[in-house]
């Protein structure tokens, strides 16, 4: 398993954890555990898994938005709903620290969680933009 998140410590949603997106898992009260705050860029190459997207190693300025965890008994459940096993062999994302960057692609000084997809991205088409829209999720679970 990932390092335990604290409370204060900050994470990056880009796809059905964004406050509002489609297919958002409506069994985690993200806001009841924690802020929505500003949008943020990261580095990485977005991918569409079919209804959801993911993120590997990659250079694009890819779009998210922070969330700050005031209750970290929720990170369990969200760890569960990306499929985060103790076991990063079994592992569909994996829970990784990224520096957080400005639409320009400057270091904020920022790192945040974020959840890093953990197969081959082969055969998925990129996000071009490395933005997910918000309506274009489905459920996963």
């Known amino acids: 398993?990932?390092?335990a998140?604290?409370?204060g410590d900050l994470f990056v949603f880009y796809g059905l954890l964004k406050q509002g997106a489609a297919g958002a898992p409506a069994a985690l009260d993200l806001a009841g555990a924690g802020d929505f705050g500003a949008p943020c860029r990261f580095r990485g190459r977005m991918v569409d898994l079919g209804g959801f997207p993911g993120v590997v190693a990659g250079d694009m300025l890819c779009h998210g938005v922070r969330w700050r965890v005031?209750?970290?008994g929720i990170v369990p459940a969200m760890d569960a709903f990306e499929d985060v096993t103790e076991d990063p062999a079994t592992s569909?994302?994996?829970?990784?620290r990224v520096p957080l960057l400005d639409d320009a692609g400057?270091?904020?000084g920022e790192t945040a969680w974020i959840y890093w997809y953990n197969r081959s991205a082969d055969g998925h088409n990129p996000i071009a933009d490395g933005n997910w829209p918000l309506d274009a999720g489905k459920t996963r679970k």
């Not at 569909?92 to 990784?96: I, N």
């Open 106 to 108: 400057a270091a904020t």
């Open 5 to 7: 998140a604290a409370s």
């Open 92 to 96: 569909l994302y994996l829970r990784v």
């Open 70 to 72: 005031r209750d970290a």
């Open 1 to 3: 398993m990932p390092g």
